[in-house]
């Protein structure tokens, strides 16, 4: 019987590439990029492509979050031949002090959210993000009273999938691993981890990406959860 639910958050509760883009939408109009001829849809592209290869070099440790957060734009600006320094500082600190304030959730969250909580689970949160920001997002949203615990690692001082941060969300959860399940989109560090930590798990999985993986089950749409969770 399943007692606690611990969800990630970003990309699995909170729509992080709907906030990421109506945040850059705003500063590059502030910044008016267009009067340079650059088109939004370029930039980014080329902004996906330089963060995204910034967070594998994150991953394998390469490169320090608070230097990925200055490079990406850096980069980005270089590459589309508009680079200032003060350009980098704007988009730098600005995405960062933007973007967790969007409220943008995934279709079906808080109605999800309310089923579980109707039927008494206890619900926490385990994020790899920085704890400000992660706060942040939960308060500016309205979902923070749903959660018992939020589990950063910041504070634990590992990422998912390492098993010692689902130990330490049971722990300060007070639960079990046999009645605890993990929800969240990311196969490696959600499923794979909880999977190692003896956790069961749901694969949130929107675009039915294929893999190999054995999972407790598999759902494509928010609102399918609790059906899958109750039974
Ligand atoms: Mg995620």
């Known amino acids: 019987m399943i007692k606690h639910v611990f969800f990630d ?3 699995t ?3 992080f590439d709907k906030n990421s883009r109506e945040t850059l939408n705003e500063l590059f109009e502030e910044a ?3 009067e340079q001829h650059i088109r939004f849809n370029d930039f980014m592209s080329v902004y996906k492509g330089i963060n995204d290869s910034l967070w594998d070099d994150y991953r394998k440790g390469n490169v320090t979050k608070d230097e990925l957060r200055v490079v990406r734009f850096g980069k980005t600006l270089k590459q589309l031949g508009v680079y200032e320094k003060s350009l980098e500082a704007f988009f730098t600190e600005e995405y960062i002090r933007r973007s967790p304030l969007k409220e ?5 969250t ?3 959210l309310r089923t579980l909580q109707e039927k008494e689970y206890n619900m926490h949160i385990i994020t790899n993000g920085f704890r400000e920001v992660q706060y942040t997002k939960l308060t500016k949203t309205g979902l923070s009273p749903f959660f018992k615990n939020v589990i950063t690692s910041d504070e634990v001082g590992v990422n998912k999938p390492d098993r010692k941060i689902f130990h330490t969300a049971l722990r300060i959860a007070n639960a079990k ?3 605890s399940i993990m929800i ?3 196969l490696l560090a959600d499923i794979i981890g909880a999977r190692q930590a003896g956790l069961k798990q749901g694969y949130f999985n929107p675009m039915n990406k294929p ?3 054995k999972v407790t089950f598999e759902f494509a749409l928010m609102d399918e959860l609790p059906r899958l969770i109750i039974r």
């Open 211 to 213: 893999h190999s993986e």
């Open 110 to 112: 808080l109605k999800t």
């Open 104 to 108: 943008n959730l995934i279709p079906g």
């Open 32 to 34: 008016k990029l267009e």
């Open 9 to 11: 958050l970003d990309h």
């Open 184 to 186: 969240g989109d990311h």
């Open 177 to 179: 691993q046999t009645s």
């Open 13 to 15: 509760l909170w729509d």
